[in-house]
DNA sequence: CGGCGTCTCCCCCGTTCGGCGGAGGCGGAT
DNA sequence: ATCCGCCTCCGCCGAACGGGGGAGACGCCG
């Protein structure tokens, strides 16, 4: 059942302990065989260009480049680059999502142990038949474009400003507005005539549609 | 490095041919075993309730009861659950979708290999402490809140009213959205006021915030 | 001190909007 | 043949809206 050759993996670690233990684990393992080490991004980029592994396991936090632009940077300049798994110690969100935009196959935490990380390593090994693979992706474009970069607007709204933006989108006059505020129809007036003249809009639906499309409202 | 006690298995698909060769593939390992099997979703439920596995191997499509209601079921109404695989033939976004929310440990294509399928069962045996766990259901809820059910009154619209909302949702006054649909003023005021009604609100304002809630434009 | 931005409020004016009721034509369903 | 839903248009009215211009108060900053 074990495959002729075995897995060639490239260990990428800022850590030489961390290293050392992963090396210790995985050589254990008969059809696994550890090729390479690397201390940087930069050292893992040349490591993994020389040797040729098929699986590198990838800290995040590493001096000069960090894991994940590593990961864009191999996977952009080979041809047929190996599969990364990122490893991190804490599963912070923002490092999965970035991982999986990057191009990662897995991403493993520290705190795994021996048989899971072994496990790991052969699975994307044979390929990403299995467990979220393309559709992961496509949930992680989903997350890009969920979150993209504010208009400028935004910042030049001043807070009273937002307050009433925030009640013109949700369907307030400006009567109902200056009532929940605690100021008279005419300063309403006079906020929704600045929201409109920053946002570029000419009456409140365009200015309610422009919150909508540059997500002002964090609720909803 | 084997457990001593084997990881025990049940098989849930409609086909008999896809049980057998699934109960093949496994009985070949000595550390997976095959404890059950179930024809359909409500049979999968009686089967994992009785045999209590580890692992159970789901179908998506089955008769009476499919494998994503059939996985939420157990993992509700059992206390310690088995890791559910669903298994499908077409990596159907919507499918892996449904399966993460329903609380599947994993997602399996039949095309998979024998190999990655005994590891695919080896690795949601021993948790989830590998490529994307939690955060992969924080994905899958974005994904649901980016997805919800559209509100009722969407289905009422007539034709002629939906696009009278989308020009309004484009910030377009009566007079414009008139004048791009080739109609009178007149006509637009009553699709206009067709649509606050259907919509339950009060003015154009709130019916394109309405518009927005309900994900009512296609793109954007 | 003197500008500058912000928040507050005022008047006037024309436009737009939404609510009301009504009407004719057209096509599908019963 | 009749009803019903949809699309098309009409007039009238009050309310809300947006533009214009202005003004006083406060605090910050150079």
Wanted: glycine share 6%.
């Amino acid at each position: 059942m074990t495959s002729p050759t075995p897995i060639r993996v490239v260990l990428a670690d800022d850590e030489r302990m961390v290293r050392t233990a992963l090396r210790a684990i995985l050589s254990a393992e008969p059809d696994l065989e550890v090729v390479g080490e690397a201390a940087t991004g930069a050292e893992a980029l040349s490591v993994v260009r020389d040797v040729r592994p098929d699986v590198v396991l990838m800290d995040v936090r590493m001096p000069e480049i960090d894991g994940i632009r590593a990961t864009e940077q191999i996977l952009a300049t080979l041809d047929e680059p190996p599969r990364i798994v990122v490893v991190t110690t804490f599963e912070n969100d923002s490092y999965v999502y970035d991982a999986l935009r990057a191009g990662a196959a897995g991403f493993l935490l520290k705190r795994a142990d021996a048989d899971a990380l072994v496990q790991a390593v052969r699975l994307v090994a044979r390929s990403d038949s299995l467990l979220f693979p393309a559709a992961v992706r496509t949930l992680a474009a989903e997350h890009a474009r969920a979150h993209p970069a504010p208009p400028a607007w935004v910042a030049k709204l001043t807070e009273r400003e937002g307050e009433v933006l925030r009640h013109m989108a949700r369907g307030l006059t400006n009567a109902e507005i200056a009532r929940r505020m605690g100021v008279g129809p005419a300063t309403v007036k006079s906020h929704v005539a600045a929201v409109l003249a920053k946002t570029g809009t000419r009456d409140r639906t365009q200015a309610v549609i422009a919150a909508y499309e540059a997500r002002f409202l964090n609720g909803g």
